[in-house]
């Protein structure tokens, strides 16, 4: 695992490091410097993640199989059959971006990424049991795809940091938790990151401007209530998920942001497992084919340290709410 910063650091970015905690040792054992009490252990964890580090397992911390993984391996990058990710929907039990004609495959795919979002929410129940049970599950993926060199939008580019938020799934302030898998058996999964959002807030805020109060608008109210009704995507969107949506496209969008912030480089080897809060910390993926993840969509009542969650950084800047009431 490594990191580098970059020499330029443009002064409008303030630090705001992202860290890496390994939470196992070289044996996947828990390290020793983590308490043995479970509820201690997790709200600490919880802590490091809402701080904006990343929690990583040299190794995953639940069996891939050996078939399960010749599966996954077996895909071409190719392939007219994939989109950029294979999309399981746990509600729905059903996979999204294969080609329908590969039915027996799909089914094979779909077994692998249902027994890997069960997986993954079980292990995460327990390391950090303050979440438990107050999270929403959401997608889980594979991706196939070789990220470096893989052309796309401006706003879709994996490879330009950015925070993430789902413009048809808005979270009303609920954070975005992302449990991350390397399956390729040779080659490391390459990230940046960038400033958390705590540190960058401020700057994206004067230039994007902070939107009015929920229900300010009483014409934009009435389209809302109608778009609800109509069951369009994204129609229970809050001013706090029309920002970070405009945040996660300027930040893409900004050369200087791109260039000149200070920037982190991780190598994630293969069998490796990292959990990161994604609505917080600014990444980018470089380099890697074939890894698997999972969403969780975490309770902003369910945070350790409120003040440091997104909505809250944003309601304080703006002075007013921001979500919907509950």
């Known amino acids: 695992m490594s990191s580098r910063a970059t020499q330029s650091i443009d002064p409008r970015f303030a630090s705001g490091e992202s860290h890496l905690i390994s939470v196992q040792d070289s044996e996947g054992r828990l390290t020793d410097e983590l308490p043995e009490d479970a509820g201690r252990r997790g709200e600490q964890l919880c802590a490091q993640l809402e701080a904006g580090n990343i929690l990583f397992f040299p190794k995953t911390p639940f069996e891939i199989s050996a078939a399960e993984r010749a599966v996954l391996l077996g895909q071409k990058q190719t392939s007219a ?23 027996e495959e799909n089914e094979q795919l779909r077994g692998i990424l249902r027994h890997y979002s069960q997986a993954a929410a079980k292990f995460l129940g327990e390391l950090l049991p303050a979440y438990a049970g107050k ?11 070789e990220e470096r060199g893989r052309t796309a939008r401006l706003h879709a580019r994996n490879d330009l940091c950015h925070v993430d938020s789902f413009p048809t799934r808005p979270t009303n302030g609920d954070r975005i938790l992302r449990f991350f898998t390397n399956v390729n058996p040779v080659q490391n999964r390459v990230w940046l990151t960038a400033q958390t959002f705590e540190a960058v807030a401020a700057h994206f805020a004067r230039a994007l401007g902070l939107p009015g109060p929920q229900g300010a608008n ?3 109210s009435g389209l809302r209530a109608l778009a609800r009704a109509a069951h369009w995507p994204g129609a229970n969107r809050s001013p706090y998920d029309t920002f970070m949506h405009r945040c996660h496209n300027a930040m893409k969008e900004d050369a200087q942001f791109q260039q000149n912030s200070p920037k982190q480089r ?42 440091r969650s997104p909505v809250s950084i944003l309601e304080k800047l703006a002075g007013y709410p921001l979500t919907r009431a509950r």
């Open 218 to 220: 009483p014409i934009s």
């Open 81 to 103: 059959a994939y989109h950029k990710n294979v999309a399981y929907r746990p509600a729905e039990d059903r996979v999204t971006g294969l080609d329908k004609s590969e039915s």
């Open 266 to 307: 991780w190598e994630f080897p293969p069998d490796s497992t990292w959990i990161v809060f994604t609505d917080c910390v600014s990444h980018a993926v470089l380099e890697g084919q074939y890894a698997l993840e999972q969403t969780f969509i975490v309770s902003r009542q369910a945070m350790v340290a409120p003040p």
């Open 135 to 145: 999270w929403k599950l959401d997608y889980a993926s594979y991706r196939p795809i």
